[in-house]
């Protein structure tokens, strides 16, 4: 059964200091090392759950080094889970077009302003972009072949107001329509990340 945005409302809940800002990236068939390798990435010391990734970023800042981006990946099954805390370089088509050559990438990003994006790149070629909260918008080689499947998670196609919006937790729901993979409060607070840094082109 398809999870809809609804199914994902725990991560503001639970996890507040993430959900105000972040991108989570899913590729396929890439080892953490194989991703960070073709994105240039920095290798950084491992940490222990999702809430050590966002105080290593915002130390990071502190340290003055705002031309790079603290990245924390683990493998899930075959495919590597790339979450960048108050970070958005995974849905630049600068950066995943290129990254995504023979395979999949879906990265969803939405920061403290209400800027979203969803993107879904195969093979260098963008399938899909939009807003989440301006589903309406799309564009790529394919902007309506999920129109169905977006429709059931919770996305709102039409102009009114829904009475509850739950586009950024039904980005989560799309990215694992499309790959398989659930995002899940275990796994976000047990996992021990492999880390990186990236320069912000």
């Known amino acids: 059964m398809t999870k809809t ?10 996890f507040p200091d993430i959900a105000e800002a972040y991108r989570f990236t899913l590729v396929r068939d890439l080892s953490p090392a194989e991703l960070m ?10 940490l222990q759950g999702i809430a050590a990734a966002v105080d290593a970023t ?3 800042y502190d340290l003055g080094e705002g031309d790079r981006q603290l990245v924390a990946m683990t493998t899930v ?3 590597t889970l790339l ?6 370089l995974g849905v630049t088509e600068e950066q995943a077009l ?7 990438w879906i990265s969803h990003f939405t920061n403290v302003n209400a800027v979203g994006t969803f993107l879904w790149a195969e093979d260098q070629v963008l399938r899909l972009c939009f807003n989440p909260m301006f589903p309406e918008d799309r564009r790529g080689t394919e902007p309506d072949e999920l129109l169905d499947v977006m429709r059931q998670i919770g ?4 102009a009114e107001d829904p009475e509850t919006d739950f586009a950024p937790q039904a980005a989560f729901a799309l990215a694992e329509h499309l790959t398989g993979i659930a995002i899940t409060p275990a796994l976000l607070q ?3 990340f492999t880390c990186a840094t990236v320069r912000i082109r």
């Open 5 to 14: 945005g609804a199914d994902y409302a725990w991560f503001e809940d639970d």
């Open 37 to 46: 390798s073709r994105l240039g990435g920095r290798p950084e010391s491992p």
């Open 58 to 60: 915002f130390a990071q």
């Open 77 to 79: 099954g075959t495919w």
């Open 83 to 88: 979450i960048e805390p108050n970070g958005y």
């Open 98 to 104: 290129p990254a995504s050559a023979g395979t999949s």
């Open 155 to 158: 996305f709102h196609l039409k």
């Open 190 to 192: 047990d996992t021990t």
